[in-house]
C-alpha cells in the first residue's frame, strides 16, 4: 500500500540532517524579540520611570521641608526611605530601558566602525531615554497640577 522505492527513501533520509549534541542553534536572545516587542516594552519603562521620578522628586521634597521638625522625626526618616526607593528605583528603569533601545537599534546599514556604530547606537539610546522620561514627566506634572 505505501511502497516506496529504494531511491525514495534514500532521498527522504538524506533531508534529515542529524544535528551534533553540542551543536548550538544559531539564534541570539536580542535577535529573537521583535524590535517593536523591544520598543513596546522600554516605553512603559520609560512610562514607569517618569511617574518614580515625580514621586522621587514629592519624597525628596517632604524630606527637605520636615527636616528638623521633632514633631515630624518619624515622618521625616519615613521620606528619607521612600524618596531613596523611588531614586534607585529610576536608575534601574533607566538602565533597563536603555539597554532595551540599544539592542532594538540596528545601524546594519551604516558604513561606519564597530566602535563608532556602536557608540551611536548607545548616544541615540540614552538620549532617548532620558529625553522621553523628562518630557514625560512634565507632561504628567501638568497634567496632575491640573486635577
Not at 537599534?105 to 539610546?125: E, N
Amino acid at each position: 500500500m505505501f511502497s516506496q522505492s529504494p531511491q525514495q527513501m534514500n532521498l527522504s533520509t538524506q533531508q534529515n540532517r542529524p544535528i551534533a549534541a553540542n551543536q548550538a542553534p544559531n539564534t541570539r536572545i536580542s535577535g529573537t524579540t521583535s524590535p517593536i516587542l523591544r520598543i513596546a516594552l522600554a516605553l512603559a519603562l520609560i512610562t514607569t520611570a517618569a511617574n518614580c521620578f515625580l514621586k522621587y522628586l514629592w519624597w525628596t521634597a517632604c524630606y527637605s521641608a520636615w527636616a528638623g521638625i521633632p514633631k515630624l522625626a518619624a515622618q521625616w526618616r519615613a521620606a528619607g526611605a521612600r524618596s531613596s526607593f523611588y531614586g534607585w528605583t529610576v536608575i534601574v528603569l533607566e538602565l533597563a530601558t536603555l539597554i532595551l533601545l540599544y539592542t532594538a537599534i540596528s545601524l546594519r546599514q551604516v558604513t561606519f566602525s564597530t566602535f563608532l556604530r556602536t557608540a551611536l547606537r548607545l548616544v541615540a539610546s540614552l538620549t532617548l531615554t532620558v529625553l522621553g522620561t523628562g518630557c514625560l514627566a512634565l507632561v504628567w506634572s501638568w497634567v496632575k497640577q491640573s486635577h
